[in-house]
């Protein structure tokens, strides 16, 4: 369907009203001087009309294109009117063009990047939900069961506050996760900077842990025996965190009588990468980009074998994000997974071993 536009006549009225008057003088000065060579005359009021009328045009056409690019500068602030110039018409018009292509790119993927975001949106105040509702429903239903007269009994009264009490501590739990991530990710949380064994602390992982995996007869254990010490410069708290992450996420996955292995290894000078392997379920590949959300589940059915806030993941990514390292996870699904990250590796401890807090 046609679409039809407003015409101006202005600009070509304005023009041939300029060209008109300076004919028309000239014209005047030409009988009042009452010239007699005609050829001469001719020649020169042809020469006079030609340049005048290009020089009028010209100024007319590059005035009337400039103030309308530079409305459409101020409208769309595509860029700054005030670098324009009239002598610089031609240039800012192929300009213009870019910019508006390019104006009209960044505004679709800025849509497309909103709806994604939306939908994670969705998602996750789905899976927040989902996650408090459980613990609160079942605080709920002990509470309730008590009210309606169970608590005259001492035995269910002690039971079910106990319960009612495991419920509340994940919920704790929970918030705690959800916290730290905020702090993390707008900065808030600080990091205590020292320098200490990995090797170590490693194995203080693997002792807090050793009860957890033996239920499921995992065992924990390193690729090597590791007679001296690696030392690295982090946050030794949040580092535990992250290997007490790694090692509970391998032992919840992982088969019975598998085993949970820990390696260290030299990646360039100044950098160590400890890899957290096991031989699992493994991760198909369509579920690995999405492993560090929050709440993601690999699992679809919603439901949980292991307790845990699901934010386990997340946090690790997010701390060591905050150290400047990386995460890295290989998976095949029916085999297993690896985990692995970067520290910065230190040769020794020095004598002012903590380093103020950083953010």
Not at 45 to 62: D, G, N
Request: with cysteine.
């Amino acid at each position: 369907m046609s679409q039809k536009f407003k015409r101006s006549y202005r600009f070509a009225l304005r023009t041939a009203l300029y060209i008109c008057v300076f004919l028309t003088a000239v014209l005047s000065l030409f009988i009042f001087f009452d010239i007699k060579s005609v050829w001469v005359s001719i020649l020169v009021f042809a020469i006079l009309c030609y340049f005048f009328s290009f020089l009028i045009i010209q100024y007319r056409v590059e005035r009337f294109i400039y103030r309308r690019i530079k409305k459409v500068y101020d409208n769309v602030s595509l860029l700054d009117s005030k670098t324009l110039s009239p002598n610089q018409i031609t240039t800012d018009m192929s300009t213009l063009t870019r910019e508006v292509k390019k104006f009209a790119e960044d505004k679709k993927l800025e849509i497309e990047t909103l709806k994604v975001r939306e939908g994670y949106r969705k998602e996750f105040m789905g899976n927040v939900s989902h996650e408090l509702k459980t613990p609160l429903f079942t605080v709920q239903g002990y509470i309730l069961t008590l009210l309606d007269g169970a608590h005259k009994d001492k035995a269910i009264r002690k039971k079910y506050l106990a319960r009612a009490n495991k419920g509340v501590e994940r919920l704790i739990y929970i918030v705690k996760d959800l916290d730290m991530i905020t702090k993390l990710e707008t900065g808030d949380l600080h990091l205590r900077y020292e320098t200490f064994n990995i090797v170590e602390l490693i194995q203080a992982s693997f002792d807090l842990l050793e009860m957890k995996a033996a239920k499921k007869e995992i065992t924990l254990t390193f690729d090597i025996i590791y007679e001296e010490p690696i030392y690295v410069r982090a946050d030794r708290e949040r580092i535990q965190q992250v290997l007490t992450n790694l090692i509970v996420n391998s032992i919840k996955y992982g088969k019975k009588g598998g085993t949970t292995e820990i390696s260290i290894e030299n990646l360039i000078k100044n950098k160590v990468i400890i890899r957290c392997t096991d031989n699992g379920e493994g991760i198909e590949n369509e579920n690995i980009p999405r492993l560090f959300e929050r709440f993601y589940r690999v699992d679809k059915s919603g439901s949980r074998k292991e307790g845990g806030s699901g934010l386990g993941l997340s946090i690790v990514k997010h701390i060591l994000e905050a150290h400047n390292e990386k995460i890295y996870v290989e998976s095949v699904f029916g085999v297993g997974s690896e985990f692995s990250f970067t520290l910065e590796k230190r040769k020794k401890i020095p004598e002012d071993n903590v380093i103020p807090e950083i953010t």
